[in-house]
């Protein structure tokens, strides 16, 4: 393992890592068993160093963590001690279906619906020319509307909602209704120019979501 | 590079106690947290377990000026981040190119990681009992005491605190149902106190550059006429209207009348608009994520009530929904009302 994989194993546990690097570098740990050890051992000391003077639970404790939910996933509790952000990582599965959620109860929230629907067909020139910025999507005769319109309160009420953080942010509301996320993966693809035809137009666009390049 | 955590900060809290105290009861270890959360800078690791999904997530969280910042960085791969200030929320989501901007209102500190965990008031205690359960466990490492919040009727949650004997941060959160089940856990594995924090670790690592950027205002939409004419009746005890506003939604084609109704800890949002005639309508209970939400068919209108409550709650909230006396049906906004037909 050359030097470079090892600094680049240490930035990433202190989340310093590029996007482009620590996909690389996620591939590589996927494919090479011995990278893996020492990403747990680049954990446990990170971890050790860190604590420091602090206060600090027990290392054993992140590793109980990590068994518990290695055993509620159903896949085999690892003897190996091992940091839990590498337990995460060797299922990808498990962690990516929680960070699709949460991108997906995003995106949904601000896309524009269906683009098949005759909205389109009615939409002025000069909308479908501005791409920086759209009105809030109008309602379409989309199969999935009433839980696209269900998350779509729980987002607008994530505002009051705080007990734990954000938590429907952090777990991704959508996450357990496929139905909604199949939605979602249709409205990913929609071009953004269509205009809702609709009386509450000006009302809307005052305090409509947009998209804004940087 | 080893990074060296203060103590100075918590020893101070310490000294600030009486010397004479006796045991701080439960009363006082709640107004510790509250004070140590609106006041600690700390970094640290925690796992946020919700039934069988556990993500692990670092936090950096600065106070300064009164004003808490946070950063909470995803380690599970996605390179996601959330950042907080005193008037925004941004999620940064390196694995779709996307980064979300979502305005807050003033409650900043209230949707922070922790800041909505209970703090201690009179009102509090009239709709939650308040105790200490045992004396000193050792949890996570560390010395604790456990402070239990616990709903005195069955429309709300509790929370069961852990909170440490030297900071009073709560090293483990769990938000209960009446029965004690934990619906949603917090877990903190290690939390490092911090004199300062400068301002650069709360810059998120990706600068979001070429990223899809999305923004969601909360501005209400002013409508004449819309923000009466509904209200709820028989609320279950300790829930009041707190807000009232009239705002756009994706996926609704006309402005929702959105009611926000609290008992201090746990909060509800009613949302109204007109039925939809070619949208499905929803009916009944349903559980998103954390939350449960109720739906209705009132007058024409769809009556839903979301929270993260028990849903008994949402239910009794939609269910006392109604229309208020002679209000007139809203005149759509951009037609002028029709001419009264006057009989002969």
């Known amino acids: ?214 | 590079m080893l990074r060296r955590a203060t103590s100075s900060l918590f020893l101070c809290c310490l000294l600030a106690l009486p010397a004479h105290a006796a045991e701080p009861d439960a009363k006082q270890w709640l107004e510790r947290m509250t004070r140590a959360l609106a006041e600690q800078n700390y970094e640290g690791f925690f796992f946020h377990v919700r039934g069988a999904r556990s993500e692990r997530m670092r936090i950096i969280h600065r106070v300064d000026r009164g004003q808490v910042s946070e950063r909470l960085v995803s380690l599970d791969g996605s390179g996601r981040e959330i950042i907080r200030n005193a008037s925004e929320v941004i999620c940064y989501l390196p694995d779709r190119r996307t980064v979300l901007v979502e305005k807050r209102s003033e409650r900043t500190d209230a949707t922070s990681l922790l800041g909505g965990l209970p703090s201690y008031s009179e009102s509090l205690e009239t709709l939650y009992d308040i105790s200490k359960i045992g004396g000193v466990v050792k949890t996570l490492g560390r010395k604790t005491q456990v402070v239990w919040v616990q709903p005195r009727d069955q429309y709300r949650y509790g929370y069961r605190l852990w909170l440490d004997q030297e900071t009073a941060l709560p090293l483990k959160s769990q938000l209960c149902d009446r029965q004690g089940r934990v619906i949603e856990q917090i877990l903190f594995s290690e939390v490092n106190l911090r004199e300062r924090i400068a301002a650069a670790d709360l810059k998120p690592a990706v600068s979001g550059e070429g990223y899809t950027w999305l923004r969601q205002t909360t501005q209400p939409v002013v409508v004449a006429g819309m923000t009466v004419g509904w209200s709820v009746i028989r609320l279950p005890a300790g829930f009041k209207l707190t807000e009232r506003r009239v705002q756009a939604i994706a996926g609704s084609n006309t402005p929702v009348r959105h009611l926000v109704f609290s008992d201090g800890l746990a909060t509800v949002s009613v949302f109204i608009e007109p039925r939809d005639t070619q949208a499905e309508p929803m009916h009944g209970l349903k559980r998103v994520g954390a939350a449960f939400a109720y739906s209705r068919d009132l007058d024409g209108h769809q009556v839903t009530a979301v929270g993260e409550v028990p849903a008994a709650t949402v239910e009794a909230i939609a269910a006392g929904v109604m229309r208020d006396e002679g209000d007139e049906p809203p005149a759509d906004s951009a037609t002028p009302a029709a001419p009264a037909v006057s009989p002969p």
């Open chain 1, 1 to 214: 393992m050359t030097d470079t994989v090892k600094e680049q194993l240490s930035a990433c546990l202190d989340s310093q890592l590029r996007q482009d690097e620590l996909d690389l570098l996620l591939k590589r740990v996927a494919k090479d068993r011995e990278l893996r050890r020492t990403l747990g051992r680049y954990a446990l000391t990170g971890e050790a160093l860190r604590g420091s003077g602090a206060v600090r639970a027990s290392t054993g404790f992140a590793d109980r963590v990590s068994a518990a939910v290695a055993a509620e996933d159903g896949s085999p509790q690892r003897s190996v001690r091992i940091a839990p952000s590498v337990v995460r990582w060797l299922r990808p599965a498990a962690g990516f279906a929680v960070a699709a959620g949460v991108a997906t109860v995003a995106v949904l929230s601000l896309q524009p619906s269906a683009p098949e629907s005759n909205i389109i067909a009615q939409a002025p020139p000069a909308a479908s020319a501005s791409n920086d910025s759209y009105i809030v999507p109008a309602n379409t005769v989309s199969n999935f509307v009433p839980a696209t319109r269900l998350t779509n309160y729980v987002v607008a009420h994530s505002e009051y909602s705080s007990p734990l953080g954000l938590r429907t942010v952090l777990s991704g509301v959508l996450s357990e209704e496929d139905e909604a996320a199949a939605a979602a993966e249709s409205a990913e693809d929609v071009s953004q120019d269509a205009f809702p035809d609709d009386a509450s137009r000006n009302a809307a666009g005052k305090s409509g979501a947009q998209v804004r390049q940087p």
